[in-house]
């Protein structure tokens, strides 16, 4: 049997709120887990410099790129997205009683810039960072691995798609000029 509402009016305010929180919701700049910003306000194709071409984090770049509306090319490209001080850092954490190391803090850090083939980066080059801890016992060391491993790749997938929302608010200039 299907749910019917008192009256009319009722209705008509259970809808207008529903509207209405979602419209506050999306001026607010809220927006689904998964959802990726749109790059079309910066003109393309873009070329993408400093990461070595077959890697994970290139691979993850392009796709995250690509699903943002960018073009790449392998060169001669209206933009440039420059990564730079590529750091994946290991560090001892903590220790257990036996003074053995069982926790280890994951890093990963770079340098992004955006600009023009010709000219300096119209966006100060900007460091990203993120972290996270991995449980290492001796016990189980191979799964460990695994996990150490793919909280790297979350790792990459977090700090590529945090610089595509900083580069969303880029003003650059329409054309090239030079």
């Known amino acids: 049997m299907p749910v019917r509402f008192c009256s009319r009016s009722v209705y008509l305010r259970f809808i207008s709120g529903t509207l209405l929180v979602l419209s506050m919701l999306s001026a607010c700049g809220f927006q689904l887990r998964g959802q990726l ?25 392009t796709r995250q790129l690509h699903q943002a509306g960018v073009q790449l090319v392998t060169r001669d490209g209206q933009r440039i997205l420059e990564i730079s001080e590529l750091q994946q850092d290991t560090r001892l954490f903590s220790v257990n009683a036996q003074n053995e190391a069982v926790e280890y803090e994951l890093i990963l850090s770079w340098q992004f810039a955006l600009r023009h ?20 016992p001796q016990a189980d060391r191979l799964s460990s691995d695994r996990e150490a491993q793919q909280l790297r790749t979350d790792m990459q997938r977090e700090l590529v798609t945090r610089m595509l929302r900083m580069l969303t608010t880029t003003t650059l200039p329409l054309t090239n000029a030079g």
């Open 37 to 61: 910003p749109q790059l079309a306000h910066i003109p393309g194709p873009w070329q993408l410099q400093g990461v070595a071409p077959y890697s994970d984090l290139s691979h993850e770049m």
């Open 117 to 136: 083939p010709r000219q300096p980066p119209s966006l100060n080059p900007t460091r990203i960072r993120t972290s996270r801890v991995v449980y290492q």
